[in-house]
């Protein structure tokens, strides 16, 4: 079993008064990492740290390319052991060992590289005041001691697209990662001091909401970077509005992404598409497609492809390249992904497939729901208008485009949209016109680290990925440089 602990100023500290917890593997219930909770001195000693290689100005005054040098090592070092994290991934968020390795540590591997490459190029500008024997330059400076707060879902993945962006721009971090699978995040910390980061500048400590609200208390943090439910995101806007000196704030929430598929379309491409966009992780996706709006004229054809194609998905030995499915990451979130559907089910939905908990060996032993499609719901339904997190899609017909549009509007989400048709103009026009932060348009689910992700409404605040993701752990300055002599008539104010 995997022992964690925290992990501060490039030391594994045990506490003095630890408590510990389990991480469990999805799939069997087993506990696979052992987790020391970090007391509320822990979380203070991984700020003071953070803090103190900040001002010293190791990290913060270092070249860009020298910080480059640093976190590139850190990269080729995750694909050294790019086997051995990808199997804690999957054992630990439940997930197929395949997709652990094809998606989770590549994609952060590429983070790494990706940040330390884009904040070379950062560059300030110049703003021309003609006769007025000034000089204004605008730059960019890092903010200090970021927190960075990420769930399970994708844990290393959702750790490196907070961490590498804030490192390369010369902050520091502590990370708090999810209890529900912590073990890639926490690794971090030997995979950066192996590649030569100075003490101080990244610290984890492990545990749940205590941890997080100490952390996002702190007097010494100057940004929280955070990832994870609605709720959570307001309790840290909350913490961060009482604290003596407000927090940048960079907001990653939950979504209920619409998708809606015109009669022209790609028939057999819009279903392969939403089957990843609400089956990937077991639909344990922020973007996940969950509500699919169906043009009525082809209705019955793509629910029928729909329906063989998701009865076909595999479940099975995580291990296994065949398995598809993932397990859901706690009993808790099955008995609430079951609550949703049963709920919709006493309102008048009619399940069209899954429905029910898996039951039989050795499925039993772990936290596996089937993909379940919910026929006959209202948009006032609480399936309709909530995030569930787990593989449960309900379907809408519509009659034309604005209807599907004004529907997937209708939400307190804005994350990511996908449309489905042949025609440019349509496309077009349902891109200008949906409210979300990516909009896919016959396509689904990409996510490149070039381009910005993150939503509006209660989906986020901000930015993640690319270099408009980079620029948030950068605050600007504007610098006015007067080079004249002639102060006596300043501003009117004449002597
Ligand atoms: P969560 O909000 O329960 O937890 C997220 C993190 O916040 C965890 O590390 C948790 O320990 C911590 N936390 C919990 N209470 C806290 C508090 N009071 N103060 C500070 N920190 C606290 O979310 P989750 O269940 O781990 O993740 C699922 C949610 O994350 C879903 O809503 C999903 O849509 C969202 N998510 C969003 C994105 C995105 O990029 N927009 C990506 C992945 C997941």
Redesign the pocket.
């Known amino acids: 079993m995997m022992q964690l602990r925290s992990f501060i100023a490039n030391q594994w500290v045990e506490s003095a008064r630890a408590h510990r917890f389990q991480s469990l593997n999805p799939a069997t219930n087993e506990p696979i990492a052992d987790v020391m909770q970090a007391s509320a001195e822990d979380v203070d000693a991984a700020v003071g740290a953070a803090k103190k290689a900040f001002d010293c100005g190791s990290w913060s005054e270092l070249d860009p390319d020298s910080r480059a040098e640093i976190l590139l090592r850190a990269a080729a070092i995750m694909r050294r052991r790019l086997r051995e994290l990808a199997e804690w991934e999957a054992r630990d968020v439940g997930k197929p060992l395949r997709e652990a390795e094809l998606i989770d540590i590549p994609y952060s591997i590429r983070a790494l590289e990706y940040f330390a490459n884009q904040a070379r190029e950062i560059q300030g500008q110049v703003i021309p005041l003609p006769g007025q024997n000034a000089f204004d330059w605008v730059s960019y400076e890092p903010y200090g001691v970021v927190a960075g ?6 844990p290393l993945h ?1 750790a490196t ?1 907070c961490v590498a962006p804030a490192l390369a721009t010369g902050n520091t971090v502590v990370l ?5 699978a912590p073990v890639t995040p926490t690794l971090l910390g030997d995979i950066f001091r192996e590649a030569g980061l100075p003490p101080g500048v990244f610290n984890v400590v492990n ?7 100490r ?2 208390s702190h007097a010494d943090v100057r940004m929280v970077s ?8 307001r ?2 806007m909350e ?1 961060s509005a009482r604290s003596r000196i407000i927090k940048k704030l960079l ?5 209920k992404g619409p998708f809606i598929v015109e009669p022209d379309c790609d028939i057999n491409g819009a279903v392969n598409s939403l089957i990843v966009g609400f089956c990937l992780v077991a639909g ?5 497609s969950t509500r699919l709006y169906l043009h009525e004229r082809i209705y019955d054809d793509f629910m029928s492809r729909l329906l063989k194609r998701v009865q076909s998905l595999r479940f099975g030995d995580l291990m296994d390249p065949a398995t598809q499915m993932s397990a859901i ?1 706690s009993s808790a ?1 099955l008995q609430k992904v079951e609550a949703y559907v049963n709920e919709a089910r006493e309102n008048g939905a009619t399940v069209r497939c899954g429905g029910a908990r898996h039951t039989k060996p050795p499925f039993d032993r772990g936290n596996f729901y089937p993909p379940t499609i919910l026929e006959n719901v209202s948009p006032d339904m609480r399936c309709h208008r909530e ?1 569930i ?1 787990g593989p449960v899609l309900v379907v809408l017909p519509y009659q034309n485009l604005d209807d599907a549009i004004a529907l997937a509007n209708d939400s307190s989400y804005a ?1 990511g949209a996908t449309v489905w048709t042949e025609n440019i103009r349509r496309l077009y026009h349902a891109s200008r016109h949906l409210d979300a932060g990516i909009v896919w348009l016959n396509t689904n689910v990409m996510s490149k680290i070039e381009a910005p ?3 509006n409404k209660n ?2 605040l901000g930015r ?1 990925d690319g270099v408009i993701g980079l620029k948030e752990y950068l605050k600007v300055k504007n610098n006015v440089l007067f080079v004249g002599k002639d102060y006596d008539n300043f501003y009117g104010f004449s002597q």
């Open positions: 707060i990420i769930p399970w879902n994708f959702l697209r708090k990662p999810s209890p529900l545990g749940g909401a205590d941890v997080g609200e952390l996002v955070f990832t994870g439910s609605v709720p959570t995101g309790r840290v913490l907001l990653e929430m939950g979504g344990q996706v922020c973007c996940a990451i979130q995030e997190f994350l992700y993150g939503g989906s986020g993640e």
